[in-house]
């Protein structure tokens, strides 16, 4: 067994929080597509006669020599979770099993999984992190919810480039955007280290400033929308996607936020003052120094959600925030104890 060198270990990348040791969040899909066939990792290779596939059943791949890399692992929703050692092969291990032609230039990971859940990567990048093919996580096989029997794990980028139920890796000779980057614009490097979490917004400011006149979001894909110091009182914004949305020090007072998908977004001193946010995804956004009086989060997610930081003043609650305490499980421990002061 080789054993990997991961230098950027036990440091926290900007942005991120520590979950509880004890908790591991399932994140995206949670189980893989059902199949009677037996699995097979099967490695494609273009080439100008025909594409060259190279099929592998779980007792080969592991008959392969075995590596293990000790890493924490960072979501893009803020949570990181400290040492887990993956075990499997190196990429580049596996890829030593044929010749890689030299226009070759990227990798594409897919998942066994309804949606042929993919992500990619420059094969450069992959091969210098010490992309592991991975079977066994803290010696034990990795659980199914957590993408067991084979994962690909990459250290050091954020962990939607670790594609769970791994069934297909494709060599490239141009890249194809994976699920995540092509359908919620997730930054297609992915390093968390310089926090690229988003693209660059799509929407441009004309749009956005007729947007904000009309005062409805309603069911539309909004990523990365400016709205900070924004007067948006009586908001409608029920069903969109506002991924990344930026309402720091928004007036937000009786908006309408359920089903939204807030994910990442900003509400940085906020005024969400009786504001609906009814099942709304609230994963990694933060509301720090928002004011949450009379505000409704029943059924909202908040992994990775954050309410207060160092050195700044936390959310507002008060009597009548109406904030179920079985949604505060997922909280990191400080969230969860400031949270939960607070709705006591
Ligand atoms: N097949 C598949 N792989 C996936 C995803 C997914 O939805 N489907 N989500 C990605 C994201 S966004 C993250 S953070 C991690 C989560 O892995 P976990 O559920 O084991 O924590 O898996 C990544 N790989
Ligand atoms: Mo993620």
Redesign the pocket.
């Known amino acids: 067994m080789t054993v990997l060198n991961n230098s950027q270990s036990h440091r926290k990348p900007p942005g991120q929080q520590w979950v509880a040791p004890e908790k591991?969040?399932?994140?995206?899909?949670r189980e893989p597509r059902h199949s009677s066939e037996p699995w097979l990792l099967t490695l494609t290779v273009p080439s100008d006669s025909s594409d060259k596939e190279l099929k592998l059943s779980l007792d080969q791949l592991n008959a392969l020599p075995l590596s293990s890399i000790t890493i924490d692992i960072h979501?893009?929703t803020r949570w990181s979770r400290k040492d887990m050692t993956f075990q499997g092969v190196r990429l580049s291990d596996l890829l030593s099993l044929t010749t890689v032609p030299a226009t070759i230039k990227f990798i594409s990971f897919v998942?066994r999984?309804t949606r042929n859940?993919s992500t990619s990567m420059v094969l450069d990048d992959a091969l210098k992190l010490e992309t592991l093919i991975a079977t066994h996580v803290d010696g034990e096989p990795i659980p199914s919810d957590?993408?067991g029997p084979i994962r690909n794990v990459v250290p050091d980028r954020y962990?939607?480039k670790?594609?769970?139920?791994l069934e297909r890796i494709e060599l490239l000779t141009e890249d194809h955007l994976g699920f995540?980057e092509a359908e919620s614009g997730y930054h297609n490097q992915a390093d968390p280290w310089l926090e690229q979490r988003y693209m660059a917004p799509t929407i441009d400011k004309r749009t956005a400033a007729a947007l904000i006149a009309s005062k409805d979001f309603s069911n539309k894909d909004l990523r990365s929308i400016d709205c900070s110091n924004r007067e948006l009182t009586g908001l409608n914004a029920e069903g969109s996607l506002l991924r990344d949305g930026n309402f720091r020090k928004a007036k937000l007072c009786n908006s309408n936020f359920s089903n939204a998908n807030l994910s990442n977004a900003h509400f940085e001193s906020a005024d969400l003052s009786n504001a609906k946010l009814v099942g709304a995804d609230l994963e990694g956004a933060s509301l720090v120094g928002a004011n949450l009086s009379g505000a409704d989060l029943t059924g909202c997610s908040l992994i990775g959600a954050t309410f207060i930081e160092a050195g700044t003043p936390g959310a507002f609650f008060d009597s009548s925030t109406v904030i179920p305490r079985g949604l505060l499980t997922p909280l990191t421990p400080d969230q969860f104890v400031y949270v939960s002061s607070k709705i006591s």
Do not use: N, T
């Open positions: 591991w969040p399932i994140i995206g899909e979501c893009v998942a999984s859940h957590h993408g962990f939607y670790s594609v769970k139920w995540w």
